[in-house]
Nanobody, 118 residues
């Protein structure tokens, strides 16, 4: 499966963005998906995950209540709705896919930059 994240940009603190992850190749609906981010000088961190069916959504504590992961298998697309953005959310955001829950993420898309100004 090939993945491409989009939707990043520059936004003021308190604003919103919606990221998309478009998939092509093998059946998107077979994959469990996740969002990760990496800020300058920091390690990549987990943001959210969702199962192949759209259930089992789970968000990191740092974004819980502000971000929402979702997917539309008919559109081969996953989303990350980001509200109440903070400067510390500034990072490159990546989407990733894995076939089995608990396994490593095997497929990664190119990231999209999110910059939140104070």
């Amino acid at each position: 499966v090939q993945l491409q994240a989009s939707g990043g940009g520059l936004v003021q603190a308190g604003g919103s963005l919606r990221l998309s992850c478009a998939a092509s190749g093998r059946t998107f609906g077979s994959y469990n998906m996740g969002w990760f981010r990496q800020a300058p000088g920091k390690e990549r961190e987990f943001v959210a995950r969702i199962s192949w069916s759209g259930g089992g959504a789970f968000h990191a504590d740092s974004v819980k209540g502000r971000f929402t992961i979702s997917r539309d298998n008919a559109m081969n697309t996953m989303y990350l709705q980001m509200n109440s953005l903070k400067p510390e959310d500034t990072a490159v955001y990546y989407c990733a896919a894995r076939l089995w829950f608990g396994s490593d993420y095997n497929y990664w898309g190119r990231g999209t930059q999110v910059t939140v100004s104070s």
